[in-house]
């Protein structure tokens, strides 16, 4: 299977990097095939009446083409980083969320509930479908110097968030909305809080 990585950091050491790093590699002890999106450094503040920018439909392409994704999105002022929203807003134009199996990741000083509870709802909106959610507190305690995941119990928990967005993406639909309902359930999101699917 092929999984896109996307990351919804600016930063050059960026915690939210180190978790897809490290979901990469559980990924590939798996036989499955990640890859890191477009950075979200190159995707433009979205304009409405204009042509995609390269960028947008080079993302939106690599969304498309993936059996899921992982998005790590890093929470600053009690919600979801505002570029990384604005990444997502340009695919409400080209659907190339509708559908897709999704996890959510964020790593961040209180763990990022309301960036994941907020870009579990867009996803959400955006037809996508959200099997897993993971959080991660105080990251630099988890961490080498150098900012590489290493406390074994976060790394076993990005683990078991690999493989079940696998197993969803590989699943029947009874698993995928299941996993679905479990994931959105606390979250009071629910499922059915989405626009009609692109025509
Ligand atoms: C201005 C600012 C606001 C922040 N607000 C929050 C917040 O609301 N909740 C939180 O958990 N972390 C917050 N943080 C911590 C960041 O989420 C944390 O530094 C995270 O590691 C950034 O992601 P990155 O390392 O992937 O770039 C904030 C950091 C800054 C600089």
Not at 142 to 156: F, H, I, V
């Amino acid at each position: 299977m092929l999984i896109s990585l996307f990351c919804g950091s600016t930063g050059l050491q960026s915690a939210n990097r180190a978790t897809l790093e490290a979901a990469e590699v559980a990924l590939r002890s798996l036989n499955h095939t990640s890859l890191h999106c477009t950075s979200v450094n190159e995707i433009p503040i979205f304009e409405p009446n204009v042509d995609l920018p390269v960028a947008v439909v080079t993302l939106s392409e690599q969304f498309e083409e993936s059996d899921a994704v992982l998005f790590a999105i890093p929470e600053y002022g009690g919600g979801a980083a505002g570029w990384a929203k604005n990444a997502l807003d340009w695919m409400v134009g080209t659907g190339s969320l509708y559908g897709k199996v999704v996890g959510i990741t964020s790593s961040g000083t209180t763990g990022g509930a309301n960036s994941i509870e907020q870009i579990a709802r867009t996803l959400t909106w955006q037809g996508a479908i959200v099997v897993a959610t993971f959080g991660i507190s105080t990251p630099k305690t988890k961490s080498d110097p150098s900012g590489r995941l290493t406390d074994s119990t976060t790394l076993q928990q990005i683990e078991s968030l690999v493989e079940r967005l696998v197993k969803s993406a590989n699943g029947t639909d009874e698993t995928r909305l299941r996993f679905r309902a479990e994931t959105l359930s606390p979250l009071q999101i629910h499922p059915d809080d989405r626009r009609p699917p692109p025509s």
